[in-house]
């Protein structure tokens, strides 16, 4: 019997596994190194979306194009960022040849583990959607449509550059993307693929041979007072669990009326090309809005797209939700 109970003792003990350096190595392997999130200042990105704004509308070969290309890059520069500037002709759906500028910021370089965040940054060329019909082939500011995006990466950009991450970031800023075929005009034949045409080059030529990132994030209007994020049908199909934890981190800091758990349209933008010739999966942070035809808000490709339609509370809500995911997502 006293036989017995030692052998049940030793048994007990050996399958508990006291033993010290183990346990000491398993949770050495659990620990997960984590960087505390940076705070993202609203003011800071409604600023930098106000400086784009100020150049006024920022089409492709035009001078306020050129000279917001250049702030661009000094921004991206200033932030400790190693930026590139892919040029190319790319063309439009009327053949016009458009002096296209893709901005590259890179940060560690060196690194082959990283992230993409991306936006674009030019604007509209028409106001197709403008109820005047006089105004219509005027180019609209786009504060919203594209200024917003990048204003939010301007501001993680310095964030980053104040706290560095383990990992190397890459945030793009995609030209041409808002030069598709106009609503307005009438054509006998369309061409395919008239949107997105600085992420389309980008995709076929990358700035670093076989480029790969873990996961992408596009941002484009994430500006609006109020505005709701439903969950993009493209990005749902590519980087389902991706968009799931977006949604979750701004959820978690208390971003639930701007993060809908809900299913919106599926929209061709940026991140489409970025998966179609890379195999990143992306999802896309937009604006839907159920309750207007266009899903996008009433100001969409208008001249009411001004800074009278950004709003700091919702640029904070979307920047910090994507600074305290990638700071936390190992």
């Known amino acids: ?113 990283r992230v993409l965040l991306f ?59 808002d030069y598709g075929t106009p609503d307005h005009i009438e054509f006998q034949e369309q061409k395919p693929d008239t949107w997105c045409l600085g992420s389309q080059y980008w995709g076929k030529n990358p700035h670093v041979k076989n480029y790969y990132a873990r996961y992408g994030i596009l941002l484009d209007m994430v500006g609006a007072p109020n505005a709701t994020f439903y969950r993009e049908m493209n990005s749902k199909y590519f980087a389902p669990r991706i968009l799931k934890k977006v949604w979750n981190t701004a959820h978690k800091l208390g971003y639930g009326d701007y993060f809908i758990f809900k299913d919106g349209g599926g929209i061709t933008d940026d991140h489409i090309y970025v998966n179609k010739h890379l195999n990143i999966p992306c999802i896309d942070i937009i604006q839907h809005d159920p309750s207007n035809d266009t899903s996008f808000g009433s100001y969409w490709h208008t001249h009411d797209d001004n800074m009278d339609v950004i709003d700091r509370n919702t640029l904070k809500a979307v920047g910090q939700t994507v600074l305290e995911f990638i700071y936390n997502e190992q």
């Open 119 to 177: 936006a674009h940054w030019d604007s509209r060329p028409f106001a197709d959607h403008c109820s005047d019909p006089s105004r219509q082939n005027e180019p609209i500011l786009g504060a919203n449509d594209g200024g917003s995006g990048v204003g939010v990466l301007l501001e993680i950009a310095r964030q980053i550059n104040k706290k560095p991450l383990p990992f190397g970031i890459d945030i793009i800023f995609f030209d041409a993307e």
């Open 1 to 113: 019997m006293f036989k017995h109970l030692i052998l049940v003792l030793f048994v007990i003990l050996v399958s508990c596994d006291f033993s010290p350096a183990k346990s000491s190595s398993s949770a050495k392997k659990k620990k997960k190194s984590i960087i505390e999130t940076p705070i993202f200042n609203e003011d800071s990105a409604y600023l930098f979306v106000q400086n784009q704004v100020d150049f006024g509308p920022r089409v492709p070969n035009t001078e306020a194009h050129e000279k917001c290309a250049s702030f661009l890059v000094d921004k991206l520069t200033s932030f400790g960022a190693d930026v590139i500037v892919q040029e190319a002709e790319l063309s439009a759906f009327d053949n016009t040849l458009l002096r296209a500028k893709n901005i590259i910021a890179q940060y560690k370089p060196e690194i082959k583990d």
